[in-house]
């Protein structure tokens, strides 16, 4: 059973471009979370969504920020317009059901904006 | 903010035992109180989650106080592999809130 998967690993982009970070539920997990991590600091909660909904977005910045949960396909994070602040590591976990249960958690990927 | 408190780190020799403590004098009758580690440039991992009762698992043991305010988890015989950051987080089951609240964790360095 392969874990989540996120892609890609390494994202670089320039100030201004955009950013879509890609991430794969565990088979048979229909729950995703987003989290941003930024240097010697612990996970910061972005977005919570269930297939095709968004459950809590509290964590989101207001502006520049989407995320979106797909009946196909993986769940993605979009970063429109990127500014150095957004380089950090993002973080997706995926969990079976809608109770906190384990969370288990994708490689990361890390965007580095110049 | 993160309910719980941790030391920001912590030292260990191979093969020796590790207690790492958290407090969390705030917790509700709700929470449950999970412990994940992260390696460098990985995500995190699950270790364990208890609710009342010590538990343990093939990675290691968690202590609850009998009040709930602190725990403790026990790595038995430390490796140079456990040498991670390890956060301690207070979630509640069901509702609509999935996210899990990492403080800044404890970072574990073992010494061959």
């Known amino acids: 059973n392969a874990g989540v998967m996120q892609n890609p690993r390494h994202l670089v982009r320039r100030r201004g471009q955009e950013a879509r970070l890609r991430c794969s539920p565990m088979k048979g997990h229909s729950h995703v979370y987003w989290y941003r991590q930024l240097p010697e600091e612990g996970l910061k909660f972005m977005v919570y969504?269930?297939?095709?909904?968004?459950?809590?977005e509290s964590g989101m910045p207001k502006e520049r920020f989407s995320a979106e949960f797909p009946k196909e396909g993986p769940s993605i994070l979009r970063i429109q317009q990127v500014v150095r602040g957004d380089s950090a590591a993002y973080f997706c976990a995926s969990s079976p059901s809608v109770r906190v249960e384990t969370q288990y958690f994708g490689p990361g990927t890390r965007l580095l904006v110049l | 903010d993160a309910k719980t408190t941790q030391p920001n780190s912590m030292e260990s020799n191979e093969e020796e035992p590790v207690h790492l403590p958290c407090n969390h004098s705030?917790?509700?009758?709700?929470?449950?109180i999970h412990w994940y580690l992260q390696l460098p440039s990985q995500g995190p991992e699950y270790v364990i989650h208890g609710l009342t009762s010590n538990v343990n698992n093939r990675m290691a043991s968690l202590a609850i106080a009998e009040d709930r305010k602190s725990s403790t988890l026990i790595l038995h015989r430390a490796t140079l592999r456990d040498a991670a950051v390890y956060y301690c987080?207070?979630?509640?089951?069901?509702?609509?809130?999935?996210?899990?609240?990492f403080g800044k964790g404890t970072k574990l360095s073992v010494k061959p």
């Open positions: 705030t917790i509700s009758g709700t929470d449950y």
């Open positions: 987080i207070l979630a509640s089951y069901g509702g609509s809130q999935g996210n899990l609240i």
């Open positions: 969504l269930q297939k095709e909904n968004i459950i809590d």
